[in-house]
T-cell receptor
Framework: NAGVMQNPRHLVRRRGQEARLRCSPMKGHSHVYWYRQLPEEGLKFMVYLQKENIIDESGMPKERFSAEFPKEGPSILRIQQVVRGDSAAYFC?????????????FGQGTRLTVV | AQSVAQPEDQVNVAEGNPLTVKCTYSVSGNPYLFWYVQYPNRGLQFLLKYITGDNLVKGSYGFEAEFNKSQTSFHLKKPSALVSDSALYFCAVRDGAAGNKLTFGGGTRVLVKP
């Protein structure tokens, strides 16, 4: 059973370009979470999605960031017109239940560098 | 609002000595508490969780954690540290009254010296 798969592992974008980060949850998992980690800091919650629905986007910046989890295919975190401050590691996690006592399993992350 | 504090940025310990990584939390509902470990350039690996029941929770790789409701703490412990335990450790909480969002502490770097 493959774990949470994120790609690409490393992504370099110039300022103003778009970044697309992909996350395939573990098999059987229908709940996906995105987190951002700045260097030497903890993980900050961004968004929680179920298939075709955004459940909680309280951590998403109001502009340039969007996320989706379509019925088929991976979840996508999209960052438009990237700026240097977007440089970070972006982690995706998945779980198979939506209860608060369910552990989430994390992917290895996508490290975005904006130059 | 839920929050987690890890008061130590780094913990140094000699191999074979006991290891403790501190964590305190704040929630408005019932706390669901988790510990994760992160190795360099890797994702987070789940270690253990507290949901209900016994205050002492046993997890992976010989780690355990003690839930203390009165002190709102959930410290991670290992009786005898290994050099391979050197990593970044994160405590996280879910508030039972506030949905599924996991809130993480800032992390504690553990360095186990031979």
């Amino acid at each position: 059973n493959a774990g949470v798969m994120q790609n690409p592992r490393h992504l370099v974008r110039r300022r103003g370009q778009e970044a697309r980060l992909r996350c395939s949850p573990m098999k059987g998992h229908s709940h996906v979470y995105w987190y951002r980690q700045l260097p030497e800091e903890g993980l900050k919650f961004m968004v929680y999605l179920q298939k075709e629905n955004i459940i909680d986007e309280s951590g998403m910046p109001k502009e340039r960031f969007s996320a989706e989890f379509p019925k088929e295919g991976p979840s996508i975190l999209r960052i438009q017109q990237v700026v240097r401050g977007d440089s970070a590691a972006y982690f995706c996690a998945s779980s198979h239940l939506d209860g608060p006592n369910t552990e989430a399993f994390f992917g290895q992350g996508t490290r975005l560098t904006v130059v | 609002a839920q929050s987690v504090a890890q008061p130590e940025d780094q913990v140094n310990v000699a191999e074979g000595n006991p290891l403790t990584v501190k964590c305190t939390y704040s929630v408005s509902g019932n706390p669901y508490l988790f510990w994760y470990v992160q190795y360099p350039n890797r994702g987070l690996q789940f270690l253990l969780k507290y949901i209900t029941g016994d205050n002492l929770v046993k997890g992976s790789y010989g780690f355990e954690a003690e839930f203390n409701k009165s002190q709102t703490s959930f410290h991670l412990k290992k009786p005898s540290a290994l050099v391979s335990d050197s990593a970044l450790y994160f405590c996280a909480v879910r508030d039972g009254a506030a949905g599924n969002k996991l809130t993480f502490g800032g992390g504690t770097r553990v360095l186990v010296k031979p």
